[in-house]
């Protein structure tokens, strides 16, 4: 009997904030509800640190900006957060560990500061079997014609095998690593603000819900054919 009280309380609040919500649209009396939904039932995503961020910018709080609106309601995320946990902004705003880099201008090259980055994100990477994605994206920038590098799909490419480079001299598999590239078209920033567009200069390093083991399992089960007996049958 108890059992069945509560579930009838629960359907009754369940249908009581349906009703609420029909009819028309009151975003003031609605958003506070969905976000309180949101924590309950669904993913969260908290407001990021300014850990990580290019040099001579700030996080400066955005007080327009409820600190419980929902990651779908924001176009701002992909900073590092207190625990080395990065937030991409693909389907899903995915949330998991990982680390996030920043490039000037068109260059390629780890700094100092980058290489003391990779390796604190190495220690959260390292000696699990999660496979990992280095996934890099540039500026809307053209490119001059006589340039080493010819568009923002070989920048963000070269970004991405020097930081996985130095994560396998670090110790991480490369069995493990994949490389994904974006370009210019997966921006944190969409305005005109200098130091906020310097944030879409980045190579973004997270680990995937996908195991090493199962690639090659998948391998082991199809071996390739033995190259001294061609016509060998299987």
């Avoid at 309180?36 to 955005?62: E, H, I, M, Y």
């Avoid at 699990?128 to 923002?152: A, S, W, Y």
């Avoid at 490369?174 to 310097?198: C, K, M, N, T, W």
Wanted: glycine residues 6%; hydrophobic residues 35%; charged residues 25%.
């Amino acid at each position: 009997m108890v059992s069945y009280a509560d579930m009838i309380t629960i359907l009754m609040s369940f249908f009581v904030v349906m009703f609420s919500l029909a009819g028309t649209r009151n975003p003031k009396k609605e958003d506070p509800v969905m976000s309180s939904l949101r924590r309950q039932f669904g993913r969260f995503v908290g407001v990021s640190s300014a850990k990580f961020l290019p040099p001579g910018s700030t996080l400066a709080p955005n007080n327009s900006q409820k600190p419980d609106q929902n990651a779908h309601d924001s176009k701002t995320l992909g900073l590092i957060g207190d625990h080395t946990h990065v937030t991409t902004i693909r389907s899903g705003d995915q949330k998991t560990i990982g680390g996030v880099i920043y490039f000037k201008g068109r260059t390629i090259d780890l700094t100092d500061e980058q290489r003391e980055q990779l390796q604190e994100t190495s220690k959260e990477l390292a000696g699990k079997p999660q496979k990992i994605e280095i996934r890099g994206h540039t500026l809307n920038r053209p490119f001059p014609p006589d340039g080493m590098i010819n568009d923002n799909w070989d920048l963000a490419y070269q970004r991405c095998h020097k930081t996985m480079d130095y994560l396998v001299l670090l110790g991480i598999d490369p069995a493990r690593i994949r490389i994904g590239v974006s370009a210019q078209f997966e921006p944190v920033y969409a305005g005109r603000d200098r130091i906020e567009l310097e944030k879409n200069s980045r190579v973004e390093i997270f680990m995937l819900n996908e195991f090493t083991e199962d690639v090659q399992n998948i391998t082991d089960a199809n071996p390739e054919p033995n190259p001294k007996r061609p016509n060998a049958k299987p």
